[in-house]
């Protein structure tokens, strides 16, 4: 039986759990274990742990700061230019734009020593894509010495061959769903055939989806190809990096050669930003002071602050020429959650104006009233604006002293819109979000009370007219109960 010691990456000391109550995993200490780099006779010993699709350099970046050491990126083969090049992507419609050579430039600035990457090939199916994966895998292993710490990983077994031959980490993308539903002998007469053609391709790995585990395992832990043995690569989505239980869940796959998860789980949300307002106009983001536009001589602008005995908190009340305002780049928390899951939170009264929680110069996104009296939310993707369309808002009453509680969640897939703890929307929606329009400003601007204008120094546009009692935004998505309590 191989030696269960689990390759979470995580940095020993001062990183481990002993101080990990809440960002690290919550697991004994004794169970990571850090490697370094990978030889051919420490390979298949003991099980790698790995973070799921790390195309987004932010995302590799993050998994880097946590800790992890091993990781899985898609690479396709893209013509755009008429030159082929390996790109980071799923395909042409989700490529990062950043080629696969940039990539591992990046990767071994931020982490020279990584134990092993896990690379998933979408079209190394001809001899032309095969030369060209070549090409650039031995250009980077003269480069970075890598060839002992990556798998390629291909369904069209024939085009792994020649990387077995010459020593490379290797596995078939199996058609793993075939298994499901059948029976035990149904499944043997599949996996022989799978292991008939990784033995006459000289391949002796094979990867799957978790799912089919048991049926993995039971065909192939004892099976070999060559006098080798055959590893298993797997992959479950459904298990995150984050989860306190995560020990016992992943018991259960210690046959495997490398079992990837996810990272991290965006769904679990963290409070980001967390606007309060205090006595004399003062506002707070996470206990320290924001600014307001300056008060121009003469005129009566700046924002009022008072106690509200309803909800036991001070609000602030905007006439329509101030707000408060958040500085933010496109890399820091509030940058990275509006690009990934978030949920914006905001307790408000309207009386009128447009933005009351928002960035939106041109793109970005945020709550809108509307002139017809709907409160909607904004978000623009892939160059359009992919909300609210006529489903994303929900009608509001103005000037009646009624607080709202709106909360906006999204999961990269569907948006979701709850009025005092009900849903009363539900949209799907996908694309690569884009950033407000920043040409003159020297940062992005998150308005409390109104939206920003793209210019040198802080300007107001879109104005809101109300109180707001607080405003929130998170990385992850709050669940139902978070937002009913």
């Not at 799921?52 to 800790?67: E, F, M, P, R, S």
């Not at 996470?286 to 003469?298: F, Q």
Request: proline letters at 4%.
């Amino acid at each position: 039986m191989k030696k269960f010691k689990m390759l979470f990456g995580l940095l020993l000391g001062t990183m481990i759990l002993a101080s990990c109550s809440s960002d690290l995993l919550n697991t004994n200490v004794d169970d990571p274990m850090t490697r370094g780099i990978l030889s051919t006779d420490d390979f298949g010993q003991t099980m790698i742990l790995g973070a799921h699709k790390c195309n987004d350099i932010v995302k590799l970046q993050d998994a880097v700061d946590y800790g992890i050491s091993n990781f899985e990126v898609d690479i396709h083969v893209s013509r755009e230019s008429g030159t082929p090049v390996l790109m980071i992507g799923h395909e042409l419609e989700t490529s990062t734009g950043q080629t696969f050579e940039e990539y591992m430039d990046d990767l071994l600035v931020m982490k020279p020593d990584f134990n092993f990457l896990w690379l998933d090939f979408k079209d190394l199916s001809t001899d032309e894509n095969e030369a060209i994966i070549r090409e650039t895998l031995y250009r980077l292993d003269s480069k970075y010495n890598i060839k002992q710490r990556v798998l390629v990983e291909s369904r069209y077994i024939t085009h792994l061959t020649s990387f077995a031959n010459d020593g490379w980490h290797v596995s078939f993308y199996s058609t793993w769903s075939s298994l499901v539903g059948k029976t035990e002998q149904e499944q043997k007469e599949i996996c022989d055939g799978w292991l008939k053609s990784m033995q006459e391709n000289n391949v002796d790995g094979i990867s799957f989806d978790s799912d089919v585990y048991q049926a993995m395992k039971t065909n192939f832990e004892n099976a070999q190809v060559n006098n080798r043995p055959v590893r298993q690569y797997s992959w479950n989505y459904r298990i995150y990096y984050n989860e306190p239980d995560i020990y016992e869940k992943i018991k259960k796959y210690s046959h495997l050669t490398v079992l990837i998860i996810g990272f991290p789980n965006e769904k679990i949300p963290k409070l980001i930003m967390d606007v309060q307002f205090a006595d004399k106009g003062i506002a707070t983001n996470m206990n320290e002071e924001i600014s307001s536009l300056p008060v121009v001589e003469g005129t009566t602008n700046a924002i009022e602050t008072r106690w509200n005995s309803l909800y036991e908190k001070y609000e602030a009340v905007f006439d329509g020429s101030n707000f408060f305002y958040i500085p933010y780049s496109k890399e820091d928390a509030i940058g990275k959650a509006m690009k990934g899951m978030f949920s914006m939170e905001i307790l408000f009264s309207p009386d009128g104006g447009v933005n009351p929680f928002s960035s939106m110069e041109s793109g970005g996104l945020g709550y809108e009233i509307t002139s017809g009296s709907q409160l909607a939310f904004y978000y623009r993707a892939n160059n359009k604006w992919v909300l609210p369309n006529n489903n994303f808002q929900t009608p509001i009453q103005l000037g009646k002293d009624i607080y709202y509680h709106a909360v906006v969640t999204y999961d990269k897939t569907t948006f979701r819109m709850y009025i005092n703890g009900t849903k009363v929307k539900e949209v799907k929606v996908s694309g690569t979000f884009n950033f407000p329009k920043k040409d003159q400003a020297p940062d992005y601007l998150l308005g409390i009370g109104g939206d920003y204008r793209d210019t040198a120094t802080p300007s107001i546009q879109n104005p809101f007219i109300g109180k707001i009692v607080y405003a929130k935004l998170y990385k992850g998505v709050l669940s139902n109960s978070d937002i009913t309590n």
